[in-house]
């Protein structure tokens, strides 16, 4: 079964910092990947996908997440931190020729912004 | 842009009674998901639907059905409201293609007392 592991429940940047998320997936044959953003009491956004075209995905707000099939890993990066991307981040991914398109998400990971 | 509605952002409900939370997607999307999201285990899938009166059990369906009548509206029902199904609800719609990601609503906030 496929699984998701988001490395660090929570995390803590500056202002104008490097933004890293950890996500590593379990799967033998490389699956589709999401990154969903939740802000508070919203639903889940999508951010950006992975679904075996390039390997450095851009999304949207600046994100971007770099699939590498040796790692078994899809982290999430952003270069300069704003005040605007403290939220709750999610890992998902969706077995490559699955059937009946669920996902599978990770347990998130809360970014903190600080001034 | 997809919009997925859900029927309540907030509710409040008492022990034993039946519960209707709605879903509407206007997006003519296949799938339909019904989603938990509890502090520190994430989300967890109930129930999904891929067809008009299809449905599949989820990982935690204990306690709740659903009902597809229309392609564009998914009901989550709780049959008799019990004080542990106090959660965050999220509804979500994707196309049956590969790669398609889900769409989420902004959930509904539901208390049990």
């Known amino acids: 079964a496929q699984s998701v592991t988001q490395l660090g429940s929570h995390v803590s940047v500056s202002e104008g910092a490097l933004v890293l998320l950890r996500c590593n997936y379990s799967?033998?044959?490389?699956?589709?990947l999401f990154w969903y953003v939740q802000y508070p009491n919203q639903g889940l956004q999508l951010l950006l996908k992975y679904t075996s075209a390039a390997t450095l995905v851009k999304g949207i707000n600046g994100f971007e997440a770099e699939f590498k099939k040796s790692e078994t890993s899809f982290h999430l990066t952003k270069p300069s931190a704003h005040m605007s991307d403290a939220a709750e981040y999610f890992c998902?991914?969706?077995?490559?020729?699955?059937?009946?398109?669920?996902?599978?998400f990770g347990k998130g990971t809360l970014l903190t912004v600080n001034p | 842009d997809v919009k997925v509605t859900q029927s309540s952002r907030y509710l409040v409900k008492r022990t034993g009674e039946k519960v209707f939370l709605e879903c509407v997607q206007d997006?003519?999307?296949?799938?339909m998901f019904w989603y938990r999201q509890d502090p520190g285990l994430g989300l967890r899938l109930i129930y999904f639907s891929y067809d008009v009166k299809m449905k599949e059990k989820g990982d935690i369906p204990e306690g709740y059905s659903v009902s597809r009548e229309k392609k564009e509206r998914f009901s989550l029902i709780l049959e008799s409201a019990s004080t542990n199904q106090t959660s965050m609800y999220l509804c979500?719609?994707?196309?049956?293609?590969?790669?398609?990601?889900?769409?989420f609503g902004d959930g509904t906030r539901l208390s049990i007392l």
């Open positions: 998902a991914v969706r077995p490559f020729g699955g059937s009946n398109y669920k996902l599978t």
């Open positions: 799967s033998s044959v490389p699956p589709y």
């Open positions: 979500a719609s994707s196309l049956n293609r590969v790669g398609q990601p889900q769409h």
């Open positions: 997006m003519d999307h296949e799938n």
